[in-house]
């Protein structure tokens, strides 16, 4: 079993009126965490407190099995990619990325070796006699990430490293980020508001809120299970919906809500549930007054099949947004060529269909 590199216990950190509340979390040696939340909400916080870049006020950080929470940053084994770069301008690539290891006193043979391995895994073996001012925002970004992946700390830290780059180059880079993760198996922290990026990165996702944890995960779990409305209204789950009746008798279980039964697969659960459907796990099909319904891909095979009107439809490039009023609305994802197929719009009558195992009782 991975032991754990970081463990953080009941750590509490006050930024003038802002404070980190309890929070308690392990990191395995070689994972992947990336942290999510709405800005202002602790984030950068608690990863500088891991780093010694903030006094904590309670608490205890252990990194390699060892408490480290007294001691100033440069004796806490963490490297830090910052969204600004943070490079020495006056000094080329390869200086830079040496920076740390001639630091540790390494040989120049060794630092050579591991600056020029790096260089290949991000891309800038080419750029290594270059000067730093004369790098794109992209290159920059690189070169940040190479100076702390060379020295293979604990842990890196990597606080929005992408946030201020066009998309296009943000998502090769984050490929090439994951690229070197599964190379090195660097144990990582990482920021990002992007969830797209951090499904592509993450072994684990930390959602953040008012300065507590709010539910730490895998991202199926994250995204396909939340554990309460924050976290899914957080992850965009869209169709949520409080207060619906949960009933069970011998094999099935279902939901009542606004006057619709909907069967789930969520066993001997009774009561006032909240619940959620994520927008690309329903299905829809096309009604028309001649042909009746008009089915897709595969037989009807669900139960929770239901009949709506088209409320609102929005083009998002690769999908549509559909909204559905069948009592309540339901958001309903649909990729472009089977839209454009359907040739549906707003009024028309269409139906619904929400797998029993899609649906999730917070």
């Known amino acids: 079993m991975t032991e754990d590199i970081i463990q953080i216990k009941n750590l509490n950190v006050r930024v003038g009126n802002f404070a980190l509340k309890n929070i308690n979390l392990n990191i395995r040696e070689g994972e992947y965490l990336v942290i999510l939340g709405p800005s202002g909400n602790g984030k950068t916080v608690l990863v500088k407190s891991i780093a010694g870049l903030l006094e904590i006020d309670s608490g205890e950080i252990w990194i390699g099995g060892v408490r480290k929470d007294h001691l100033p940053p440069e004796q806490r084994d963490v490297g830090f990619v910052f969204q600004d770069h943070v490079l020495f301008p006056h000094m080329s690539v390869y200086d830079n990325v040496a920076f740390g290891l001639r630091m540790r006193k390494m040989n120049k043979s060794d630092i050579k070796e591991k600056v020029g391995r790096i260089g290949e895994i991000l891309k800038i073996a080419h750029l290594l006699n270059r000067a730093i001012t004369n790098l794109s925002g992209g290159e920059r970004q690189r070169v940040a990430l190479a100076r702390s992946a060379v020295c293979n700390p604990s842990v890196i830290i990597m606080d929005e490293p992408f946030a201020s780059l066009d998309r296009n180059l943000a998502d090769e880079l984050i490929l090439e980020e994951r690229d070197l993760h599964e190379q090195i198996h660097q144990t990582t922290i990482h920021i990002t508001h992007n969830q797209e990026e951090a499904m592509t990165l993450a072994d684990t996702i930390c959602i953040m809120d008012n300065g507590t944890l709010k539910m730490v995960g895998t991202p199926e779990n994250v995204f396909r299970k939340p554990n309460s409305v924050f976290v899914a209204n957080f992850v965009c789950t869209e169709n949520i919906y409080e207060n619906a009746q949960a009933e069970h008798e011998e094999d099935d279980s279902w939901l009542t809500y606004k006057g619709r039964r909907m069967y789930c697969n969520e066993k001997q659960i009774e009561g006032k549930v909240n619940f959620c459907v994520r927008p690309e796990n329903t299905l829809l099909h096309v009604i028309n007054s001649n042909a009746g319904l008009k089915r897709r891909s595969s037989d009807l095979v669900h139960k929770n099949n239901f009949e709506g009107k088209i409320v609102g439809i929005y083009d998002r490039g690769m999908n ?43």
């Open 320 to 362: 549509y947004r559909i909204v559905v009023d069948i009592g309540f609305p339901v958001v309903n994802l649909t990729l472009r060529t089977e839209f454009q197929d359907m040739q549906i719009g707003v009024g028309d009558s269409v139906c619904i269909t929400i797998a029993e195992d899609s649906i999730h009782i917070i």
